[in-house]
């Protein structure tokens, strides 16, 4: 589990770097679109 939560904060840390380039909606689309793209 603690490698899942550390994979996790790592994955959190790559996309907040994309944070300020969308809009409020915009990044909730954005989110869970490219973490679904990735695990697919």
Do not use: H, I, N, Y
């Not at 550390?6 to 679109?33: D, K, M, N, V």
């Amino acid at each position: 589990m603690d490698d899942a939560k550390g994979l996790w904060s790592c994955w959190q840390s790559l996309l907040s770097s994309f944070r300020g380039e969308f809009t409020l909606g915009g990044w909730a689309r954005f989110a869970p679109w490219v973490t679904g793209t990735v695990l697919c």
